[in-house]
T-cell receptor, first 112, second 114 residues
């Protein structure tokens, strides 16, 4: 049973465009929703994270939108740049646990 | 500050052998977690250690084991290797568990089982 469903699998965006990646979860006990970015040959790196007490969090060009009732959260990358080309993973966790449950990932390609 | 270090970076083994992977967390970090990354299954949690104790374990067979030392360094062991164990094994460290402190991932060990 897949606890976190991430879409799309791949995404191609033009430079300057908006990239949107979505995730949906089932377990309402999850209370931590991070997004990770992974470049080839590297481990994932935390990009931005949100707790369920807020509906949106913005850090620079990256924004998380969180819809608790729909059990969905999304990552928006504004003014996408070729350097943003990477694989993005959403994840969930609960109760302060270090155990992250990851989505399957989205490969983002930003064309110049 | 140095990042998470994993050794070796690449490893080739044959079926039936066993393997030990090593992880040195960021200085001062006391919590270490391990993940397996494959194209088919994605990133899957293996286990988490803090103060030399396993706090959490993922859904993997008993062939997968780990431990943590008093200096917070961690090792994971896979016995009786199978072809399906070929994967990137990632280690992540954080200050302490329980507070959603950022987890920092190492570059991983790429294990190939022939």
């Amino acid at each position: 049973q897949q606890q976190v469903k991430q879409s799309p699998q791949s995404l191609i965006v033009q430079k300057g465009g908006i990239s949107i990646i979505n995730c949906a979860y089932e377990n309402t006990a999850f209370d931590y929703f991070p997004w990770y970015q992974q470049f080839p040959g590297k481990g994932p790196a935390l990009l931005i994270a949100i707790r369920p007490d807020v509906s949106e969090k913005k850090e620079g060009r990256f924004t998380i939108s969180f819809n608790k009732s729909a059990k969905q959260f999304s990552l928006h990358i504004m003014d996408s740049q070729p350097g943003d080309s990477a694989t993005y993973f959403c994840a969930v966790a609960q109760g302060g646990s270090e155990k992250l449950v990851f989505g399957k990932g989205t490969k983002l390609t930003v064309n110049p | 500050k140095a990042g998470v270090t994993q050794t070796p970076r690449y490893l080739i083994k044959t079926r039936g052998q066993q393997v030990t992977l090593s992880c040195s967390p960021i200085s001062g970090h006391r919590s270490v977690s391990w993940y397996q990354q494959t194209p088919g299954q994605g990133l899957q949690f293996l286990f988490e250690y803090f103060s030399e104790t396993q706090r959490n374990k993922g859904n993997f067979p008993g062939r997968f084991s780990g431990r943590q030392f008093s200096n917070s360094r961690s090792e994971m062991n896979v016995s009786t290797l199978e072809l399906g164990d070929s994967a990137l094994y990632l280690c992540a460290s954080s200050l302490v568990p329980g507070f959603y402190n950022e987890q920092f991932f190492g570059p991983g060990t790429r294990l190939t089982v022939l």
